[in-house]
C-alpha cells in the first residue's frame, strides 16, 4: 500500500500515525527506505522503519502538520513537510521539518525511499 499522490503521503503518515497503525504506516515507505530522526541514526527497509516508530505510537503520541513544499518530476518527487509531536495533552513536545523523498512504484502508488524527519531543520 502506498499513496495515491505524493501530496497526500503527508496526510496519510499522519493518519497511519495517529491510529497507531505500524504496519499500514511502514507500507507508506519502500521496501528498501532510509529513515532517521536525527540524521545520524537510520532505519533501514520497512521493518527497521516500523520497529523504529512504533515506541512513538505506543507512547500515545500523536501528529499534526502540513506539506510545505512537493516538487515532481516524472516518478520522482521532492516532499517537505511542517510537523507537530504532541502528547495525550495536546502539550507540544516537538516540532520540525522534514525532507522526504518518494518515487511512484509500478503499481501507481508512492512511497518514500528516504525521509529524514529533522532534515528541514539542520544545517
Not at 541514526?41 to 523504529?52: D, L, N, S, T
Not at 502538520?65 to 518527487?77: E, K, L, R, S
Not at 503499481?107 to 529524514?116: A, Q, S
Not at 524527519?117 to 539542520?122: F, M, V, Y
Amino acid at each position: 500500500m502506498g499513496s495515491p499522490s505524493p501530496d497526500r503521503t503527508a496526510d496519510m503518515f499522519i493518519e497511519r500515525f495517529n491510529a497507531k497503525d505500524a504496519i499500514g504506516f511502514a507500507q507508506l515507505y519502500s521496501e528498501d527506505a532510509v529513515f532517521t530522526y536525527d540524521g545520524l541514526e537510520k532505519a533501514v527497509g520497512r521493518k527497521q522503519i516500523e520497529g523504529a516508530i512504533a515506541g512513538f505510537m505506543m507512547a500515545g503520541l500523536k501528529f499534526r502538520g502540513h506539506n510545505v513544499n512537493v516538487y515532481v518530476v516524472g516518478d520522482t518527487a521532492l516532499t517537505r513537510f511542517k510537523w507537530e509531536l504532541f502528547d495525550a495533552q495536546d502539550a507540544i513536545i516537538a516540532t520540525g521539518v522534514s525532507t522526504e523523498v518518494q518515487r511512484c512504484g509500478p503499481d501507481g502508488l508512492w512511497r518514500f525511499i528516504i525521509d529524514d524527519s529533522g532534515g528541514g531543520n539542520r544545517a
